[in-house]
Nanobody, 123 residues
Framework: QVQLVESGGGLVQAGGSLRLSCAAS????????MAWFRQAPGKEREFVAA????????SYADSVKGRFTISRDNAKNTLSLQINSLKPEDTAVYYC????????????????WGQGTQVSVSS
């Protein structure tokens, strides 16, 4: 099993930036594909970005391409999400998740989740 803890959320103005982090512990971090999802109030959890075990392949939701960058440091057991040009519609709780699959976009394919970190964007 792997345990995940997110950090780095906060309240920012539109156009600002944040860097989210996810610290992993337990089983070997590099055994897992990793992803970020988000959930806004009253909405379903949605895929944001994913990265393969080695970091060689990335996947992004169309809504965040060009603004969000996912990365990982397997030596430090850390997953990151750099968020630029924030928009009010980016407001949500952001979750990191781990999967033994390739880089699925379906949240049901991720058995391990962190507790989430709140990102709020004011207009």
């Amino acid at each position: 099993q792997v345990q995940l803890v997110e950090s780095g959320g906060g309240l920012v103005q539109a156009g600002g930036s944040l860097r989210l982090s996810c610290a992993a512990s337990g089983r070997t971090f590099s055994d897992y594909a990793m992803a970020w999802f988000r959930q806004a109030p009253g909405k379903e959890r949605e895929f944001v970005a994913a990265i393969t075990r080695s970091g060689s392949s990335l996947s992004y939701a169309d809504s965040v391409k060009g603004r969000f960058t996912i990365s990982r440091d397997n030596a430090k057991n850390t997953l990151s999400l750099q968020i630029n040009s924030l928009k009010p519609e980016d407001t949500a709780v952001y979750y990191c998740a781990a999967s033994s699959g390739y880089i699925p976009t379906n949240p049901g394919r991720y058995p391990y989740w962190g507790q989430g970190t709140q990102v709020s964007v004011s207009s």
